[in-house]
């Protein structure tokens, strides 16, 4: 009927034939407006837009509408008016806000029985569906300026007004692997103010949820299974990153969720005083970098045995990248890079470093080194520069080595037992060094007679060459093979040099008291207990009575027997090494920590000179960042420590002056 009365008044308006075009056709929108369209609204209930809306209704709702009729309508509302300054008010003001008043009483009727008739997954099936028609539509029948603010009327009432029965509803698509859900919740929660704020704490705190269950399941192994631990955080971790770029599809703000998540994971591993999360790293990476096949160590040496290097070892074939120990090392750095006390990792893997490069057991020295840049790339060069000159001083070491074999030979001297010998730089290598006047009863062991000439011929040797320079022997880390002659099947033992001094004992006896073995060696009880304890379990010794105390007789097993030749034995008790390992550490890294945070006041109070107490712990805590978390009560005590040694002084009740 509409489009009639368009052709009729066109038809049969009449214009001076003199006007031009343009004047013309300006005129015709005039009476157009005027006739028409002011016309039915005011004498007729402007029932020409009311059927307007009615036919979109009748869209909305699935039926047939005259979308060229519609069209032609709306677009009029801006060519009336677009011969003057203002080419959008008719439009806006009779149609556009009608219309959003329509829209909004639409949607929300209908978004109110869609969620109350189905479950949040229909309804965000629907709301996406009549999105994409609700777009469509505004192409098709309104002016480009109106979209926006139909499709914002359009999520208020179907996204805005269900928000929080959407997030509520999040977690079980995670649990249940709804991804598809999880891509609809994102796309229509993305599209409004903040909408994904509460999404993105729901996703940070089911992946913390699944790593606390992690972490408190497998808590009691940590130190003994470290592969477990960090396995199934490294599989979470994939995951949730493979459900970021799939499903949430590679936002960066899901990607920061997912670090904060593992961040609190890594560091809330455990209450316990050492960081165990960051020992359990260590580990892992021991365990990745140690050989997997077990081989002998040859030769004696009364400091540190070096085992013979075998050149060409063709590692095992591996058939996927999941196997290969180097792929999982870079992948564990995932995990390290999450780590806040990256310092007691630290700790953990230079001690571990140290027994592999000084036992020989690394797996490949290409491997080490790989994972020392990837801790350099991540910490800085200060943080590696102990771990490098270690390997620079085992080079070193089988340079000098070389050249003392080639002196004996010159000398034309004979050592009773063939060793090698480590000359490590004291302040590099975690060995706990004391000074000559407080050597620790490990360094005043008396060595067996069977291997002093080598140490003294070494001495001489290393004298000379090397003016000014001081041994201090690590008897505790020596290690070497000794052979049993007195039965009928011989044998070879791989043990530690206070087993050796022990063993030796029995040359000239078959029993002797722990009294005695401690006598005679200069070991202390304890690390003679601890070093009799593996011997004893492989019935290599026997004890007269239960327990150990220093009255036990020890009796050398004149039946022993093996189904191997060559035997490895502990150098102590492996459970109570690990403990003390732990208990160590964690003093070392304390007072570490307590030299770094005055050395950082120094140097804070030294630039800046005058300081607040708030000032300086801020500036205190985002200098040690990099390397741990330190607490506020640490800060305050070492502070306190450097007002008595007069380095800095209060002013006033909050204030420091650095003093020159």
């Known amino acids: 009927m509409y489009g009639c009365m368009f052709i009729y008044l066109y038809i049969f308006i009449y214009t001076p034939v003199y006007l031009s075009l343009s004047l013309r056709n300006q005129l015709a929108l005039t009476l157009w407006r005027s006739n028409v369209v002011f016309a039915i609204r005011d004498k007729h209930q402007n029932r020409l837009f009311y059927q307007i809306f009615e036919l979109i209704r009748k869209d909305r709702d699935g039926m047939d509408a005259p979308y060229g009729t519609i069209k032609t309508v709306v677009t009029s509302l801006v060519q009336v008016n677009s011969y003057t300054g203002q080419s959008l008010q008719l439009y806006i003001e009779e149609f556009e806000r009608p219309y959003l008043v329509h829209t909004k009483r639409y949607y929300e009727a209908e978004a109110a029985r869609e969620i109350t008739s189905g479950t949040v997954s229909s309804f965000m099936k629907k709301a996406s569906e009549r999105l994409k028609q609700e777009i469509q539509r505004n192409h098709q029948y309104c ?19 269900y928000q929080d029965r959407i997030v509520d509803e999040f977690e079980n698509m995670l649990e249940n692997e709804r991804y598809q859900d999880c891509t609809r919740a994102y796309n229509l929660l993305n599209r409004i103010h903040d909408g994904l704020k509460a999404l993105l704490v729901t996703y940070e705190q089911y992946i913390y949820k ?17 592969k477990l631990y960090v396995d199934q955080l490294l ?18 703000l899901f990607t920061a969720a997912c670090d904060k998540a593992f961040r609190l994971i890594v560091n809330e591993a455990s209450g316990a005083s050492v960081d165990t999360s960051s020992e359990t790293l260590a580990r892992y990476c021991d365990m990745m970098l140690k050989k997997n096949a077990t081989r002998k160590d040859t030769g004696t040496a009364p400091p540190v045995l070096l085992p013979t290097k075998k050149r060409g070892v063709m590692r095992r074939p591996l058939q996927e990248i999941e196997t290969d120990p180097e792929e999982k090392l870079a992948r564990m750095i995932t995990l390290f890079k999450y780590v806040d006390d990256k310092d007691v990792f630290q700790k953990f893997y230079s001690r571990m470093l140290a027994k592999r490069l000084i036992y020989g ?6 491997m080490e080194a790989n994972m020392i840049n990837h801790l350099k790339e991540i910490c800085g060069v200060e943080y590696t520069s102990k771990l490098n000159k270690m390997f620079t001083d085992i080079s070193l070491s089988s340079d000098l080595n070389n050249n003392f074999k080639d002196h004996l030979k010159q000398q034309g001297s004979k050592t009773a037992a063939g060793f090698d010998i480590l000359v490590l730089t004291a302040g590099a290598w ?26 003294t011929l070494f001495e001489e040797f290393y004298g000379k060459h090397h003016n000014g320079r001081r041994l201090l022997w690590q008897w505790n880390l020596a290690r070497g093979e000794v052979r049993l002659n007195y039965l009928d099947r011989h044998y070879e033992l791989q043990v530690g040099l206070f087993q050796i001094a022990i063993l030796l004992l029995f040359n000239s006896q078959v029993s002797v008291e722990v009294s005695e073995i401690v006598a005679n ?12 304890k593996p011997l004893m379990d492989i019935h290599l010794l026997n004890a007269n009575d239960g ?4 009255t036990s007789a020890i009796c050398l097993n004149m039946k022993f027997s093996s189904k191997r030749t060559k035997i490895k034995v502990a150098a102590a008790s492996t459970q109570s090494e690990a403990q003390q390992e732990s208990q160590t550490t964690q003093k070392e890294v304390d007072d570490d920590r307590r030299m770094y945070i005055e050395a950082a006041i120094v140097r804070i109070m030294k630039s800046r000179q005058v300081l607040s107490h708030v000032q300086l712990i801020q500036e205190i805590i985002d200098q040690a960042n990099a390397r741990f978390s330190p607490s506020v009560i640490m800060i305050k005590k070492c502070i306190e420590r450097l007002l008595e040694k ?4 209060r002013q006033g009740r909050d204030v420091y002056i650095y003093l020159a």
Do not use: C, W
């Open 430 to 455: 975690p060995l706990n060094q004391k000074e000559e006047n407080n050597e620790t009863e490990t360094n005043k062991m008396q060595i067996p007679s069977e291997l002093e000439q080598n140490i």
């Open 646 to 649: 007069q380095f800095i002084a």
């Open 547 to 550: 327990p150990l105390k220093e």
């Open 521 to 532: 060696t200069g070991v202390s009880y304890s690390d003679i207990i601890r070093s009799l």
């Open 210 to 226: 699944l790593g606390k269950e992690i972490v408190t399941k497998l808590s009691s192994m940590f130190p003994k299974n470290p």
């Open 361 to 366: 057991t690394s797996a490949s020295e290409e």
């Open 235 to 252: 599989s979470l971790h994939a995951k949730f990153y493979q459900i970021k770029h799939d499903v949430f599809l590679g936002d960066s």
């Open 143 to 161: 002016h480009a300026s109106s979209h926006r603010r139909i499709v914002k009327e359009f999520e208020a009432q179907y996204i805005t007004a």
